[in-house]
Nanobody, 123 residues
Framework: QVQLVESGGGLVQAGGSLRLSCAAS????????MGWFRQAPGKEREFVAA????????YYADSVKGRFTISRDNAKNTVYLQMNSLKPEDTAVYYC????????????????WGQGTQVTVSS
C-alpha cells in the first residue's frame, strides 16, 4: 500500500499562494494516478484536482481552474498542488489520494489517503 503524507498548509492572506506537497512511501508511486480533495468543517469532501501516472493528463474542479496547478515528480515520489490567488472559500483540510486506476475525480476510486493538511485563507 502507498502511504501518503501532506505538508505545506498554513495561514495565508487572500490573494496569496501556497504549495502543498504529498510525499509517498513505497515503490508503486509511479503506477498511481493521484488526486487532491478538500473538506471544510460541516461540508462534504470535494474534488480539487487529479493527475495521471506520468503527469500527462490533469483535471480540475471548476472552482479552482486557472488558479491551482497539480504536478508530480515521480523521481521524488511527490505530488504537488500549487495554489495561487487564494480565496477565503478555499479554506479547508486538503487531502491527497492515490488510485491504481486511471485519472479520476471520484472519491470512490481512491484507495489510499493522506491525513490532510490545513489551509486557512484570511480576508
Amino acid at each position: 500500500q502507498v502511504q501518503l503524507v501532506e505538508s505545506g498548509g498554513g495561514l495565508v492572506q487572500a490573494g496569496g499562494s501556497l504549495r502543498l506537497s504529498c510525499a509517498a512511501s513505497g515503490r508503486t508511486f509511479s503506477s498511481r494516478s493521484m488526486g487532491w480533495f478538500r473538506q471544510a468543517p460541516g461540508k462534504e469532501r470535494e474534488f480539487v484536482a487529479a493527475i495521471s501516472r506520468n503527469g500527462g493528463s490533469t483535471y480540475y474542479a471548476d472552482s479552482v481552474k486557472g488558479r491551482f496547478t497539480i504536478s508530480r515528480d515521480n523521481a521524488k515520489n511527490t505530488v504537488y498542488l500549487q495554489m495561487n490567488s487564494l480565496k477565503p472559500e478555499d479554506t479547508a483540510v486538503y487531502y491527497c489520494a492515490a488510485t491504481a486506476g486511471p485519472i479520476s475525480q471520484h472519491q470512490s476510486h481512491y484507495n489510499n489517503w493522506g491525513q490532510g493538511t490545513q489551509v486557512t485563507v484570511s480576508s
